[in-house]
């Protein structure tokens, strides 16, 4: 496996950890009441505020560093036997219980904070499993791949998708800025995320046929079309609905994950 794999592939099991035990964790100890505690109120963000939609995109940077810091010590533990518990217990220990700063279930947090115990322990877990999951999966070694797999074959296709998902959401959320809107105001609005979906399907299809024969040609169709579904439709729907995020704004906003996906097929589309 190549360094850059490495990286990428400890990135995405970390985004996907994060997130996965992140979510069902915050339902199962209810986070929201959490931080409303005493003292926690002042620590923490608020639970329904932007940070929260931020985080996971702020996860893939995390990821990168994981990645590109276990490049150094990948040999100790990766494939190796119980390699996944080695890696484990240095994240536990150097990166949570013995961390060098009050954090919330570190030893120096329960001594030094005033944050009460019940949030510490209720943090915990989804800390603990995440960090494990992630260690397993990490130190796992990965299987020899099938180049005909419909995973290899759409590979790239995928990833472009999935990074449009991200910019995507991330260019609603810096719209939100600039109208002062409620960040979760869309969230209860369905056709909003079928509007969504259908632009990364056509993301997702256009990108395949355009890998299958690159030019300099279809590079300038692909950009037209990735801007009609990520820009141009996304925009028409919110004045049809009369959105709070209606504005013209969006279709500058909005083009730049447009010029980045562009950027990314000419950099990795060989022709």
Request: with cysteine.
């Amino acid at each position: 496996m190549t360094k850059r794999n490495f990286v990428v592939r400890v990135t995405a099991i970390h985004v996907i950890t994060y997130i996965l035990c992140g979510i069902g964790f915050s339902f199962l100890f209810d986070y929201e009441a959490l931080f409303k505690l005493d003292k926690v109120d002042t620590y923490m963000r608020s639970y329904d505020g932007a940070s929260v939609l931020i985080g996971p995109i702020v996860q893939v940077f995390r990821g990168l560093l994981f990645g590109i810091i276990l490049l150094f010590m990948k040999d100790i533990f990766v494939g190796k036997k119980y390699g996944w518990l080695r890696l484990w217990l240095v994240i536990v220990i150097v990166g949570i219980v013995n961390i060098p700063g009050a954090a919330p279930g570190s030893i120096e947090g329960m001594i030094y904070t005033q944050i009460p115990l019940q949030f510490h322990l209720k943090m915990s877990p989804e800390v603990w499993v995440q960090t494990l999951l992630f260690s397993y999966f990490v130190a796992k070694s990965p299987k020899e791949k099938n180049p005909h797999s419909f995973l290899q074959v759409n590979k790239h296709s995928f990833i472009t998708t999935i990074l449009a998902g991200v910019l995507f959401s991330l260019s609603g959320i810096i719209l939100t800025f600039f109208l002062k809107a409620d960040v979760f105001a869309g969230t209860t609005d369905s056709g909003a995320f079928v509007v969504m979906f259908v632009g990364l399907t056509i993301v997702f299809l256009t990108t395949k046929w355009y890998v299958a024969t690159p030019s300099n040609r279809k590079l300038m169709f692909l950009a037209l079309i990735y801007y009609i579904v990520l820009a141009i439709f996304p925009t028409i729907y919110n004045y049809i609905v009369n959105s709070p995020f209606k504005s013209m704004l969006s279709l500058v906003i909005n083009a730049t994950p447009v010029i980045v996906l562009v950027v990314y097929q000419r950099l990795n589309v060989k022709y």
